[in-house]
């Protein structure tokens, strides 16, 4: 399926009965995970309508339209989910990849190039003007069925030109995403790491030590509120 999703095919009411299975349940702040069957494609829903509270919601709405925007800008990258519309402002629809948590698969199952890969992916997201901001979480890197990486959940993403801070948080956001390629390279590849990537990991620019400073309180304070159910 390459085409978008008509809202007539896929809407809040016929969601049940399209799903095939729930990947992940709500929990908390963490939107549900839905696969569904749309014209024998399986497309994986992205959906924080659900458990949580009204603030969850709310906040829900704002996350769908910045991970929306950031999927449009990377449409037709490689190792990056397609994009295919929205059910509502709650909800997002991308492509389903069969794929595995990299640290759940067996090193002799990736890729001989994986890493130099997932390299590449990278530097693609920053050349559209994307970074992750979130890729030291290692579970947001995956592999799928050829052994190639995958990236997702751009919740955390910033993207250039959407406002003055964004410019500002850019820098930082993309040396957190190095910072996720190497960490990884050295628990899988030690060996590969060189002596400036190590240095790179270890070490953190007093502008980033203070946003990370402020971005944590903050990150818990969201999730406490929004998971509070009220």
């Not at 090193?107 to 050349?127: K, P, S, W």
């Not at 070490?203 to 944590?216: A, D, Q, T």
Request: glycine content about 6%; some cysteine.
């Amino acid at each position: 399926m390459s085409r978008m999703i008509d809202q007539t095919e896929l809407s809040r009411e016929s969601l049940e009965e399209l799903t095939v299975h729930i990947a992940r349940p709500a929990q908390a702040a963490r939107p549900a995970l839905r696969v569904v069957q749309v014209d024998q494609c399986e497309l994986v829903i992205k959906d924080y309508a659900t458990g949580g509270s009204y603030f969850k919601r709310l906040m829900g709405r704002y996350l769908v339209a910045r991970e929306k925007a950031a999927y449009q800008r990377l449409q037709g990258l490689a190792g990056i989910p397609k994009y295919y519309g929205t059910v509502d402002s709650y909800a997002l629809v991308l492509q389903r990849i069969k794929a595995y948590p990299v640290l759940e698969v067996a090193a002799q199952r990736l890729a001989d190039n994986f890493l130099e890969g997932l390299a590449d992916l990278v530097t693609g997201l920053h050349r559209r003007g994307v970074a992750h901001g979130d890729l030291e979480k290692l579970n947001n890197i995956l592999v799928d069925q050829d052994g190639q990486a995958v990236l997702v959940d751009f919740t955390a993403s910033i993207m250039t030109g959407s406002n003055p801070l964004a410019t500002v948080l850019f820098p930082l956001l993309c040396d957190n995403d190095w910072r996720g390629v190497y960490k990884l390279t050295k628990q899988i590849a030690p060996h590969l790491l060189t002596a400036e990537q190590e240095e790179f990991l270890n070490h953190r620019s007093p502008m980033e030590r203070l946003f990370r400073r402020y971005r944590e309180p903050v990150r818990s304070f969201i999730k406490r509120w929004a998971g509070s159910g009220q």
